[in-house]
């Protein structure tokens, strides 16, 4: 089985830019979350979604969103981008919404906000 | 609110001699507890997770972690490190009211052969 991808894989933007960063979970995996991972922040929680509804949402400000579609990928949109949103952001998928299940990472998309 | 510490940003070890990375965690209720390895530019692999039973839990590549609820820790081990485990080591920790997955710090091993 294909394991999770993302692309695009590395993204240069510039303050005040938008930026859209796409998903795509292990065949049958129905649940999608997004973390942020910075040097200083450490790995921080963005969203959860499941069966296109989000299910949970971490501290971020309103700049970040998200959104999962009928066939399970899901895409994370930052919006009036600053400096500190420079980071590797990571998509992780798992079979279903169940605290028991695994979350299965993919490569991650390096964002540099220039 | 859950939590998760790893005391040790650094764990350096000789090729050959055992490895602990410690974890513990602060969860109401059970916790689910998953341990993940990152290497340079790539993202979180799956190593093992607690889920219920036996308190010692085997894993990927070797590793093994322990559960231990009244000390509530679940320390990463494994007998005989290898140069190549050197890495970035996440705890995660995850309640059964579906709340998110939270990570620890992480900490960086260091196998030197």
């Known amino acids: 089985k294909a394991g999770v991808t993302q692309t695009p894989r590395y993204l240069i933007k510039t303050r005040g830019q938008q930026v859209t960063l796409s998903c795509s979970p292990i065949s049958g995996h129905r649940s999608v979350s997004w973390y942020q991972q910075t040097p200083g922040q450490g790995l921080q929680f963005l969203f959860e979604y499941f069966s296109e509804t989000q299910r949970n949402k971490g501290n971020f400000p309103g700049r970040f969103s998200g959104r999962q579609f009928s066939n399970s990928r899901s895409e994370m949109n930052v919006s009036t981008l600053e400096l500190g949103d420079s980071a590797l952001y990571l998509c992780?998928?798992?079979?279903?919404?169940?605290?028991?299940?695994?979350?299965?990472f993919g490569p991650g998309t390096r964002l540099t906000v220039l | 609110a859950q939590s998760v510490a790893q005391p040790e940003d650094q764990v350096n070890v000789a090729e050959g001699n055992p490895l602990t990375v410690k974890c513990t965690y602060s969860?109401?209720?059970?916790?689910?507890l998953f341990w993940y390895v990152q290497y340079p530019n790539r993202g979180l692999q799956f190593l093992l997770k607690y889920i219920t039973g036996d308190n010692l839990v085997k894993g990927s590549y070797g590793f093994e972690a322990e559960f231990n609820k009244s000390q509530t820790s679940f320390h990463l081990k494994k007998p005989s490190a290898l140069v190549s485990d050197s890495a970035l080591y996440f705890c995660?920790?995850?309640?059964?009211?579906?709340?998110?997955?939270?990570f620890g710090g992480g900490t960086r091993l260091m196998v030197k052969p």
């Open positions: 995660a920790v995850r309640d059964n009211a579906g709340n998110m997955l939270t």
């Open positions: 992780a998928s798992s079979l279903f919404e169940l605290s028991t299940d695994t979350q299965y």
């Open positions: 969860v109401s209720g059970n916790p689910y």
